[in-house]
């Protein structure tokens, strides 16, 4: 049976998407069969990050009548399937929330996990598209008001008998005014799954369209994202042994200007 996994956030802005995108190709990598769907239809972005803009049929598409849900469907980075939202202003008149139902039951059956990447927030839209989920991780950042906001998603998603898997703390930093994993995991009352430090790198690949996960395989950050998908999904997940770089080879890729883009190290987490 298709499980069908919600990535909500309470507020824009605290990387729900690039969870979503890193945790969809994390575990197509493991070897599970996974559609990610962006439903944000408005403030589509998926697409972007993942670099599939442009595509001929998207979601928009579908929901308008002009195409089928199949035709909507590319492979993405790691082998992850994406349904990009799409980015046309016309065809947003166009779209009737009441085709999604139709496209649920094409897809059920042909896919391991299908993951949905919500609007933000608790308008129509938002609802909407929590409501084929049986499950949802909720992402939020350490800030007390992104708490606040995501203790109100978790109550009507908890109202929809959706399965709250638990917490993404993305973004994190070790600042005073920021709450500590204990106080969010005593408001909330959902187990953090898993804290994601702020890293300015993972945010550049995106930017190009160029996933972390699929780029960087052996940073700190990916492996965070490979052992939440094998969490999520039961399996054993063992960290690459990466062999550390000779002072000689460093040294001449210094001179050449082959420096690597490398992640940021985790601290605490």
Do not use: C, H, W
């Not at 992104?146 to 959706?162: G, H, N, P, W």
């Not at 062999?243 to 460093?250: A, L, N, R």
Request: no cysteine; charged share 25%; aromatic share 6%.
């Amino acid at each position: 049976m298709t499980r069908v996994i919600a990535i909500a956030s309470g507020k824009g802005g605290v990387g729900k998407t690039t969870v979503a995108a890193n945790l969809g190709i994390a575990l197509s990598l493991l070897e599970e069969d996974v559609l990610i769907m962006d439903m944000d239809i408005k403030m589509a972005n998926l697409e972007l990050i993942v670099g599939l803009e442009g595509k001929k049929a998207t979601l928009q598409d579908v929901l308008s009548g002009k195409d089928n849900i199949y035709n909507a469907v590319y492979e993405g980075p790691g082998g992850v399937q994406i349904v990009p939202a799409g980015l046309s202003l016309p065809n947003l008149k166009k779209v009737k929330r009441s085709r999604m139902e139709q496209v649920f039951e094409d897809l059920i059956g042909n896919v391991d996990i299908i993951i949905i990447d919500s609007p933000a927030g608790l308008e129509r839209d938002a609802l909407a598209a929590m409501s084929p989920a049986d499950e949802m991780i909720l992402v939020t950042t350490p800030e007390v008001t992104s708490i606040t906001d995501t203790l109100k998603t978790k109550l009507i998603a908890e109202r929809m008998d959706i399965d709250i898997l638990g917490v993404v703390v993305n973004r994190n930093q070790y600042y005073e005014e920021f709450l500590t994993p204990d106080e969010i995991e005593s408001i909330l009352e959902v187990p953090i799954i898993t804290i994601i430090p702020e890293d300015d790198e993972l945010i550049s690949f995106f930017a190009y369209g160029t996933p972390f996960t699929v780029e960087e395989p052996e940073s700190p950050t990916s492996n965070i994202f490979m052992e939440l998908a094998a969490y999520l999904v039961d399996k054993e997940y063992y960290q690459p042994d990466v062999p550390k770089e000779s002072f000689i080879s460093k040294f001449i890729d210094g001179i050449l200007g082959n420096i690597p883009f490398k992640a940021k190290k985790i601290k605490g987490y």
